[in-house]
C-alpha cells in the first residue's frame, strides 16, 4: 500500500488520475472516480487540512481477479465527509475516511504496476492534464450519445409496443361488443317465447310494449299473460318482480304460471293475489312483486280489476276524458298479500285502457307528473294504429326518465263494431 499527503486539489486529481492509468482503468471509470475524489476532499483542502491517499491492489472475490482500492483519509477533519450522490459511490465510508474499490481489467503480458500515486508537491503536466481531460469529456459524450440512441431505440420500440397494444385492444373491444350484441340476440328470443303474442278476440284490438334497461341484457322481471277463459272472458295479468336479470325472470314467470293455474280452476279474481303468494312463498321466500289482474268481457266491455301494490290501469274514454282505475292491495312477498276489494267498470266501444309497469312513468319529478304524461301520450297516439300505440306513447314518456327500468305497456281497444259494438 502506497499513501501520500496532498494540500491541493491539482495534485490529488493528478495523482487518481495517475493511479488510474497504471492499472488501466476504463476512461467512464476513471473520470467518475476523479470526480468523486475530489468532490469529498474539496471542503477539507479548501479549509487548509491535509487529506491522505492511499492505493493498494487487493484479490477479488471471483476467479481472485485483482481490485484497486482507493482510500482518502482527512486526518483533520472536524465533520463527517461527505459521500452523497457521487459520480462512483464508495463501498465502504467512515467519518473521516471513503474506500473505493474498482475491478482492475485483466491483460495479456506482464503484470500491471503496483499503484504508486505522484507525491504531494508533484506538479501536474498542464499538457497531460489537458488530454487526460478531453479523453475523459469524449468518453462522457460518447456515452451520453449512446444512452441518447438507446433512448431513442427503446421509444420507438414502447411506441410500436402500444401501437400493436391499442390495435389488440380495439379487437378485443369490437369482439366483446359482438358477443354482448349475439349474447343480447339470444335473451330476446328467449323474451319473446316468454312472452305470449296479441290474442285475436272478436270486438277487442290488444297490443304489447315491452323494453329492457339494457338492450343487451333484455331479461327482466317485467312480465305479462293473457289468455281467454272458458266463458270467452278476456284475463290478463300484468306483473313487475323485483329486480332485474334471469333472477327477477323466473319470479315474474312463477306468478305468471300459478295466476293462469288458479284462474283456469274457476278462482274467484278477488281471492288470486292472495293465493299465489301462498303457493310461491315456500318455495321462492324472498320473491317480490307487484301484480294486476284484469277481466273484461267483449261481448259487454265489463271490466273487473283487482291489484296488488301496482300502477292503477288508465281507462282514455273515446271523447277524451280519462280516468285511473285505482285498486288498494298488496303484492307478492309483500305483508298482508292481496286485493282489498275488486273494481267493476266498463269499457265502451272506442274507448282505450292501458296497463303498465312502473318503468313507464318513473319521472325525475313524481309519480303524479308521470302519470300525467301518461294521459297526454295517450291522447297524442289515441287514433294511431293500436299495433303502434304502446311504442309510441313509450318513446313519448321515455323523453324524460329518472333511470333506466324495464318498461311494459299493454294497450286495448274496444271496437266500435262486431260483436258488441
Not at 456515452?143 to 410500436?160: G, I, M, P
Not at 320473491?287 to 294486476?292: F, I, K
Not at 273494481?343 to 302519470?371: K, M, Q, V
Amino acid at each position: 500500500m502506497t499513501e501520500n499527503f496532498f494540500h491541493a486539489l491539482p495534485q490529488l486529481r493528478h495523482a487518481v488520475r495517475r493511479v488510474a492509468n497504471e492499472n488501466g482503468l476504463p476512461v467512464e471509470a476513471r473520470a467518475r472516480l476523479v470526480l468523486s475524489v475530489t468532490d469529498v476532499a474539496a471542503d477539507e483542502l479548501s479549509a487548509g487540512r491535509p487529506v491522505v491517499l492511499s492505493t493498494a491492489r487487493e484479490t477479488g472475490s471471483h476467479d481472485d481477479s485483482p481490485v484497486l482500492a482507493i482510500a482518502l483519509r482527512a486526518p483533520r477533519a472536524r465533520r463527517p465527509l461527505s459521500v452523497a450522490d457521487l459520480p462512483l459511490p464508495a463501498l465502504d465510508t467512515g467519518p473521516h475516511s471513503v474506500v473505493w474499490r474498482l475491478p482492475v481489467p485483466r491483460t495479456e503480458g506482464p503484470s500491471l504496476p503496483a499503484p504508486s500515486p505522484s507525491t504531494a508537491g508533484a506538479r501536474p503536466d498542464p499538457t497531460a492534464e489537458k488530454a487526460a481531460l478531453d479523453e475523459e469529456l469524449r468518453a462522457t459524450v460518447a456515452r451520453a450519445d449512446a444512452l441518447t440512441a438507446e433512448y431513442r431505440r427503446l421509444k420507438h420500440e414502447l411506441a410500436e409496443t402500444n401501437g400493436g397494444v391499442l390495435a389488440l385492444y380495439v379487437q378485443l373491444e369490437e369482439r366483446d361488443e359482438q358477443l354482448r350484441k349475439a349474447h343480447g340476440q339470444i335473451l330476446r328470443e328467449l323474451e319473446d317465447a316468454l312472452r305470449p303474442q296479441p290474442l285475436e278476440i272478436d270486438g277487442l284490438e290488444l297490443a304489447v310494449h315491452y323494453a329492457p334497461a339494457d338492450p343487451n341484457a333484455p331479461t327482466g322481471g317485467d312480465l305479462y299473460d293473457w289468455f281467454a277463459l272458458p266463458d270467452g272472458t278476456l284475463h290478463i295479468t300484468v306483473v313487475d318482480a323485483l329486480g332485474h336479470g334471469v333472477r327477477s325472470t323466473r319470479s315474474a314467470l312463477d306468478v305468471t304460471h300459478a295466476v293462469r293455474t288458479l284462474a283456469l280452476e274457476g278462482h274467484a279474481l278477488e281471492s288470486i293475489l292472495a293465493r299465489t303468494h301462498e303457493i310461491l312463498m315456500p318455495l321462492a321466500p324472498d320473491l317480490m312483486a307487484t301484480v294486476l289482474l284484469a277481466r273484461l268481457d267483449p261481448t259487454t266491455g265489463k271490466l273487473q280489476l283487482a291489484n296488488g301494490s301496482h300502477p292503477p290501469a288508465l281507462l282514455l274514454r273515446a271523447d277524451g276524458t280519462y280516468e285511473y282505475l285505482e285498486v288498494r292491495g298488496r303484492g307478492i312477498g309483500f305483508p298482508l298479500p292481496g286485493s282489498e276489494e275488486l273494481l267493476n267498470a266498463e269499457i265502451n266501444p272506442g274507448d282505450l285502457l292501458i296497463l303498465y309497469t312502473d318503468g313507464l312513468t318513473e319521472s325525475r319529478r313524481d309519480p303524479c307528473e308521470g302519470e300525467l304524461r301518461l294521459v297526454e301520450a295517450a291522447r297524442r297516439h289515441a287514433g294511431s294504429p293500436l299495433e303502434d300505440l304502446p311504442s309510441a306513447i313509450a318513446a313519448d314518456m321515455h323523453t324524460v326518465v329518472l333511470h333506466p327500468d324495464d318498461t311494459l305497456a299493454l294497450a286495448i281497444r274496444r271496437g266500435t263494431t262486431g260483436v258488441g259494438g
